[in-house]
């Protein structure tokens, strides 16, 4: 395969898992059951600010992105893409969805946002131009702290969904079962979309932490 081959490959996973990634999130909020931790705070902000959910995950993205300056985090192009396309795809399927009402609807909606997140993750990271701004500040700060990816990634989880839940974020059977399966989804989804590493000198690959490291538990 050529190099330009691979990068559009990788292109193309980059921003249909940055897409499903953001249809994903959707389907937790219209199942109403629990978010993942970080949507638990943009639901909690867009209460507070009369926002929809997706801009205020976009305003979060980029004021998240600017702590990677003193943590001395490089972007790549799926980095600041993350910032915009999941905000985007989230208010667009929410706009798109009826809403979900009886349980025996919103169920199968929690599990198939679950299931559609970990595939979406696979795909995004395994298109290897860099970390999600909320994983490189986990990253960064475990670079600059020295303290382990699973206590700086708890540390950071644990407080904006504390935080989201004080603003009105919902947190609920869906948040558990995020916690507990997306780690294990991800990891298999990542093996099955890994995508050649680019040999073309591309500016727009990020160095990065391993995808193994920013999952981890």
């Known amino acids: 395969m050529s190099a330009q081959s691979r990068t559009g490959r990788r292109l193309i996973q980059l921003y249909l898992g940055l ?9 937790l909020v219209d199942a109403g ?3 993942e931790p970080w949507n638990v705070l943009h639901q909690g902000l867009a209460e507070l600010t009369g926002l929809t959910i997706g801009v205020v995950s976009i305003i979060v993205g980029a004021a998240v992105l600017l702590l990677w300056i003193p943590l001395r985090q490089r972007p790549g192009l799926g980095t600041v893409s993350n910032v915009f396309v ?3 795809a989230m208010d667009g399927t ?3 969805l009826p809403g979900a009402h009886a349980l ?6 929690m599990l198939a946002g679950i299931l ?3 595939v979406a993750t696979g795909l995004y990271i395994a298109a290897r131009f860099g970390p999600g701004p909320r994983d490189g500040l986990m990253t960064g700060l475990h670079r600059r702290t020295g303290r382990s990816i699973r206590l700086m990634r708890t540390a950071v989880e644990v407080a904006v969904v504390a935080t989201g839940f004080a603003l009105g974020g919902t947190i609920g059977v869906g948040t558990v079962l995020y916690a507990v399966s997306i780690g294990p989804l991800a990891q298999l989804f990542l093996r099955v979309f890994a995508a050649p590493t680019a040999s073309d000198g591309s500016t727009v690959v ?3 932490p391993s995808p193994r490291a920013i999952l981890r538990p």
């Open 19 to 27: 897409a499903l990634y953001g249809a994903s999130s959707a389907l």
């Open 33 to 35: 059951l629990g978010l």
């Open 86 to 88: 999941v905000g985007i």
């Open 94 to 96: 929410l706009a798109a």
């Open 104 to 109: 025996a609807v919103r169920v199968p909606l």
């Open 116 to 118: 559609l997140n970990g």
């Open 206 to 208: 990020a160095a990065g």
